[in-house]
């Protein structure tokens, strides 16, 4: 597939189903897109589409099975547009980091595909607001799901979810206190957390059963 170029070639990427419940527009919407007037289209739509499909199988379903709504905040980016949102401070890091992150269609430097999503889970929302830490997401994520990376936000409990050919499993709070809470070496990186999300449903069921009749 190449790059869109008109409205009709726009749209008909955008209808590219990823998974059971997403479709490529639900990543493209931007607000510095929105308000600079910047394309936020790939180059290079194949390699978007198969890193995207991995990111939606792997992570965003599970949670949507297990949570409920998953709610996307920011997700692709296209190289100009990043580089943009870099250059003017919008919290977008440099192109070369977000190769195979935000920017799906571009692999990184060790030539792998990925593929990153910020969400927001209102099941979430709700808990936090009632005292759940954000940690409990935190970790029920990194005991259930293949997931390469997380960085936590303070707003709306949200957080980045990446999926790698070459997982990080990296855990990172922007969320006081700042750092990392876990990453390989770290002594709580590999044994069970479930003290941590005991109230939290599990991934079992009729999910992994839906899956496998796929």
Not at 117 to 135: I, K, S, Y
Not at 162 to 181: D, N
Not at 185 to 206: I, R
Request: hydrophobic share 40%; aromatic share 12%.
């Amino acid at each position: 597939m190449r790059m869109p170029r008109t409205v009709r070639s726009a749209e008909t990427l955008g209808r590219v189903r990823l998974s059971h419940s997403f479709f490529v527009r639900d990543f493209l919407h931007s607000e510095i897109a929105a308000i600079h007037g910047i394309s936020n289209m790939p180059d290079d739509p194949d390699l978007a589409i198969a890193a995207g499909r991995r990111l939606c199988e792997e992570l965003l379903e599970p949670l949507q099975a297990v949570f409920g709504r998953v709610a996307i905040r920011s997700a692709y980016r296209s190289v100009v547009l990043n580089a943009y949102g870099n250059a003017h401070r919008y919290n977008c890091a440099s192109n070369e980091r977000n190769y195979a992150r935000h920017i799906w269609d571009r692999r990184d430097a060790s030539g792998c595909m990925g593929a990153v999503a910020c969400v927001a889970l209102p099941w979430l929302v709700d808990r936090m607001e009632a005292g759940t830490p954000w940690q409990a997401m935190a970790w029920w994520i990194h005991d259930h799901l293949p997931y390469s990376e997380l960085q936590f936000f303070p707003k709306l409990g949200a957080f980045n979810i990446g999926w790698h050919e070459r997982p990080k499993r990296t855990i990172y709070s922007y969320i006081a206190p700042r750092g990392y809470l876990t990453r390989p070496g770290f002594a709580n990186h590999v044994e069970g957390h479930g003290q941590f999300y005991e109230c939290f449903p599990g991934l079992e069921g009729d999910y992994l059963a839906d899956r496998e009749s796929v």
